[in-house]
Protein backbone atom coordinates (compact mmCIF):
# COMPACT_ATOMS: atom_id res chain seq x y z
CA UNK A 1 0.00 0.00 0.00
CA UNK A 2 1.25 3.59 -0.84
CA UNK A 3 2.07 5.74 2.22
CA UNK A 4 3.93 8.42 -0.04
CA UNK A 5 1.65 11.08 2.00
CA UNK A 6 2.46 9.91 5.46
CA UNK A 7 6.49 9.34 4.99
CA UNK A 8 6.59 12.69 3.32
CA UNK A 9 5.00 14.20 6.14
CA UNK A 10 7.65 12.54 8.83
CA UNK A 11 10.50 13.52 6.64
CA UNK A 12 9.72 17.41 6.35
CA UNK A 13 8.22 17.22 10.72
CA UNK A 14 11.60 15.84 10.74
CA UNK A 15 13.44 18.07 8.59
CA UNK A 16 11.68 21.13 10.35
CA UNK A 17 12.09 20.30 13.99
CA UNK A 18 15.86 19.53 12.49
CA UNK A 19 15.66 23.24 11.37
CA UNK A 20 14.36 24.63 14.45
CA UNK A 21 16.61 23.22 16.86
CA UNK A 22 19.39 24.44 14.49
CA UNK A 23 18.66 27.86 14.61
CA UNK A 24 19.04 27.58 18.92
CA UNK A 25 22.54 26.67 18.02
CA UNK A 26 25.12 29.30 17.32
CA UNK A 27 26.02 28.39 13.25
CA UNK A 28 26.70 30.29 10.20
CA UNK A 29 23.74 28.66 8.62
CA UNK A 30 20.30 29.17 11.04
CA UNK A 31 20.32 31.01 13.71
CA UNK A 32 20.21 35.13 14.72
CA UNK A 33 23.79 35.62 12.76
CA UNK A 34 22.82 32.83 10.18
CA UNK A 35 21.85 32.65 6.63
CA UNK A 36 18.55 32.11 7.42
CA UNK A 37 17.88 34.41 10.05
CA UNK A 38 15.41 33.14 12.32
CA UNK A 39 14.96 34.18 15.98
CA UNK A 40 13.69 32.33 19.06
CA UNK A 41 9.90 32.31 17.54
CA UNK A 42 10.38 31.73 14.56
CA UNK A 43 12.34 28.74 15.74
CA UNK A 44 9.56 28.07 18.33
CA UNK A 45 7.38 28.26 14.64
CA UNK A 46 9.45 25.49 12.73
CA UNK A 47 9.16 23.11 15.74
CA UNK A 48 5.53 23.65 16.05
CA UNK A 49 5.36 22.99 12.14
CA UNK A 50 7.20 19.75 12.29
CA UNK A 51 5.45 18.32 15.26
CA UNK A 52 2.14 19.21 13.57
CA UNK A 53 3.35 17.26 10.89
CA UNK A 54 4.63 14.42 12.23
CA UNK A 55 1.44 14.34 14.33
CA UNK A 56 -0.66 13.77 11.15
CA UNK A 57 1.44 11.40 10.07
CA UNK A 58 0.54 8.97 12.05
CA UNK A 59 -3.10 8.56 11.19
CA UNK A 60 -4.13 7.80 7.01
CA UNK A 61 -3.01 8.99 3.75
CA UNK A 62 -5.59 11.57 4.06
CA UNK A 63 -5.00 12.94 7.35
CA UNK A 64 -1.24 13.71 6.54
CA UNK A 65 -2.23 15.39 3.57
CA UNK A 66 -4.28 17.26 5.40
CA UNK A 67 -1.52 18.21 7.46
CA UNK A 68 0.44 18.99 4.29
CA UNK A 69 -1.99 21.34 3.46
CA UNK A 70 -2.50 23.09 6.83
CA UNK A 71 1.28 23.61 7.40
CA UNK A 72 1.42 24.75 3.48
CA UNK A 73 -1.22 27.45 4.46
CA UNK A 74 0.21 28.94 8.00
CA UNK A 75 3.72 28.54 5.92
CA UNK A 76 1.69 30.76 2.86
CA UNK A 77 0.65 33.19 5.16
CA UNK A 78 3.62 33.52 7.02
CA UNK A 79 5.44 34.56 3.70
CA UNK A 80 3.00 36.80 2.55
CA UNK A 81 2.61 38.65 5.32
CA UNK A 82 6.28 39.08 5.89
CA UNK A 83 6.66 39.90 2.15
CA UNK A 84 4.17 42.56 2.86
CA UNK A 85 6.48 43.62 6.27
CA UNK A 86 9.88 43.64 4.48
CA UNK A 87 9.46 43.69 0.87
CA UNK A 88 12.73 42.80 -0.76
CA UNK A 89 14.99 44.43 2.15
CA UNK A 90 15.03 44.49 5.59
CA UNK A 91 14.00 42.63 8.46
CA UNK A 92 10.69 43.43 10.49
CA UNK A 93 8.46 42.22 12.67
CA UNK A 94 5.30 39.78 11.90
CA UNK A 95 2.52 39.99 14.25
CA UNK A 96 4.62 41.46 16.27
CA UNK A 97 6.04 38.27 17.53
CA UNK A 98 8.52 36.61 14.94
CA UNK A 99 11.19 38.19 12.56
CA UNK A 100 11.06 37.89 9.30
CA UNK A 101 13.76 38.54 6.51
CA UNK A 102 13.77 38.49 2.83
CA UNK A 103 15.27 34.98 2.73
CA UNK A 104 12.98 33.67 5.59
CA UNK A 105 10.00 34.90 3.41
CA UNK A 106 11.68 32.49 0.40
CA UNK A 107 12.19 29.74 2.62
CA UNK A 108 8.66 29.88 3.68
CA UNK A 109 6.94 30.25 0.17
CA UNK A 110 8.91 27.44 -0.97
CA UNK A 111 8.01 25.19 2.16
CA UNK A 112 4.43 26.30 1.61
CA UNK A 113 4.71 25.32 -2.29
CA UNK A 114 6.46 22.27 -1.58
CA UNK A 115 3.98 20.55 0.88
CA UNK A 116 1.21 21.81 -1.60
CA UNK A 117 2.57 19.58 -4.20
CA UNK A 118 3.19 16.69 -1.50
CA UNK A 119 -0.37 17.01 -0.11
CA UNK A 120 -1.48 16.33 -3.52
CA UNK A 121 0.47 13.32 -4.89
CA UNK A 122 -1.44 10.96 -2.79
CA UNK A 123 -5.39 12.14 -2.92
CA UNK A 124 -6.79 9.85 -5.10
CA UNK A 125 -10.84 9.66 -4.83
CA UNK A 126 -9.78 5.62 -4.43
CA UNK A 127 -7.20 6.90 -1.32
CA UNK A 128 -9.56 8.85 0.36
CA UNK A 129 -12.23 6.28 0.92
CA UNK A 130 -10.52 3.62 1.88
CA UNK A 131 -9.24 5.92 4.75
Known amino acids: MNMIAKTLAKCFGV???IIGIAGVIPNGAIGAEGFLETDMAGNAIHIAFGLLLLANSFKGESTAAMG??????LSFLLAAVGY??????????????????????YFHAGLACSLAVCGMLNTSSRQLIRD
Do not use: E, M, T, W
Not at 68 to 73: D, N
Not at 90 to 105: E, H, K, M, T, W
Open 84 to 105: KAVGNYGRALVFDIVQVSPILN
Open 68 to 73: HFLVAG
Open 15 to 17: GLI
